[in-house]
């Protein structure tokens, strides 16, 4: 059964402490793994979309990497309007289906 | 361009009422889907739409939940005899086609008194 489990559920860092997010998955067949941003009150926020093992990309302060088994979301230097909850999602070959992890609430304090 | 819109964006409605909720996705994308975020929590799919066709309602908690596309576009969200459990924020999302890249409304906030 395709499972995705998010780590730290929740996480406080100064501005411009350095650290990163955990999303481990079991699937079947990777098709993609998705991370998002989401605010309070609104719909989430695409972000990446990875598809192999040893692809990163990177967006302003955050870069996503994946392995076979996690993908890590590490943000540098971040800054209060970093601050939300990040959600990271999975989909197989067989499914179109996303499954979700729980996210990570990130604060950052100024 | 314009992203996935939903109306209304509050809806406050007492128990054993009639709701409908509203997702149009972004223009082109054939691939639809209704998400539940109770507060606090996670993802919760729904329903899923390809075109006009639900190939998959496994997600709708109950009877009292149905769901609707026309003409490749609007979707129609209705919860029947609304119970304070249905409390949450409906989210709709779209995709240019099945699986990839979904990307989100801003979410329907339904409560149930």
């Known amino acids: 059964e395709d499972q995705v489990t998010q780590s730290p559920e929740a996480l406080r860092l100064q501005e411009g402490e350095s650290s990163s997010l955990n999303c481990s998955y079991t699937?079947?067949?990777?098709?993609?793994l998705f991370w998002y941003r989401q605010d309070p009150g609104k719909g989430p926020e695409f972000l990446f979309t990875?598809?192999?093992?040893?692809e990163e990309k990177e967006k302003e302060r955050l870069k996503a990497t994946l392995t076979k088994k996690e993908s890590f979301l590490h943000i540098t230097a971040p800054k209060p309007e970093d601050s939300a909850t990040y959600l990271c999602a999975v989909q197989d070959n067989s499914n179109y289906q996303l499954i979700w992890g729980a996210g990570t609430k990130l604060i950052i304090k100024p | 361009g314009a992203g996935v819109s939903q109306s209304p964006s509050n809806k406050v409605t007492e128990k054993g009422k009639d709701v409908e909720l509203r997702c149009d996705p972004i223009?082109?994308?054939?691939?639809l889907y209704w998400y539940r975020q109770r507060l606090g929590q996670g993802l919760e799919f729904l329903i899923y739409?390809?075109?006009?066709?639900?190939?998959?309602k496994s997600g709708l908690p109950s009877d009292r939940f149905s769901a609707e596309r026309t003409g490749e576009s609007v979707s129609t969200l209705t919860i029947q005899r609304t119970q304070q459990e249905d409390s949450a924020v409906y989210l709709c999302a779209s995709s240019p086609g099945q699986g990839g890249t979904q990307y989100f409304g801003p979410g329907t906030r339904l409560l149930v008194l």
């Open positions: 990875l598809y192999s093992a040893g």
């Open positions: 699937v079947s067949g990777l098709r993609g």
């Open positions: 223009s082109g994308h054939t691939a």
């Open positions: 739409f390809q075109g006009n066709s639900a190939p998959d």
